[in-house]
């Protein structure tokens, strides 16, 4: 295995149109783009499933996560500090970025997001409405 990507979703909480992304690509394989078609993936579940908004959490050192999220349109919104504990028990501040489909469905489909067409038929609240799937590509 290569890599892996998640989309943590709840639709019994109060954050039914809210999915958050998972993912962590094999240290021997990280730039070469395992991980943006992880994301890309990962993003095409979230449509299908209607989700409105995303998030994703790291440590604010994991400088080419965040520049990953960053080139796909998430913004940086809320930092938590001393969040998580590593093997050594040190604790770490986490970045939490997030994006909206109103904001990335745009980005996406510029950078020609293969995911984008296989949800042309899911249901979806990312899109306006279904004549904003046709044009997806
Ligand atoms: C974040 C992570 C998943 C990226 O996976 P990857 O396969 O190396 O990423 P890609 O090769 O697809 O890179 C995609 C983009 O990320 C950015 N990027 C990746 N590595 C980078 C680095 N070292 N420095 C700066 N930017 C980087 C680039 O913008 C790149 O775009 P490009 O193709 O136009 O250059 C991987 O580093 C990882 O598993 N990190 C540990 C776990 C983690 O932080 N997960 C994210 C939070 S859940």
Do not use: Y
């Not at 499933?49 to 440590?59: D, H």
Request: aromatic share 4%.
């Amino acid at each position: 295995m290569v890599g892996c990507g998640t989309l943590v979703r709840d639709p019994h909480s109060w954050s039914p149109h809210v999915g958050e992304i998972r993912m962590v690509v094999s240290p021997d394989v990280r730039g070469k783009g395992v991980g943006k078609a992880l994301s890309q993936e990962t993003f095409a579940l979230a449509l299908g499933a209607g989700l409105e908004k995303l998030s994703v959490q790291m440590t604010v050192d994991q400088q080419s996560a965040i520049a990953l999220f960053e080139s796909l349109g998430f913004k940086a919104e809320a930092l938590l500090r001393d969040h998580v504990r590593d093997v050594h028990g040190k604790t770490h501040d986490i970045v939490v970025l997030g994006t909206t489909s109103r904001r990335s469905r745009p980005r996406w489909r510029r950078m020609g997001c293969r995911a984008l067409s296989s949800t042309r038929n899911a249901r979806s609240t990312f899109g306006s409405n279904r004549a904003d799937h046709r044009t997806g590509g």
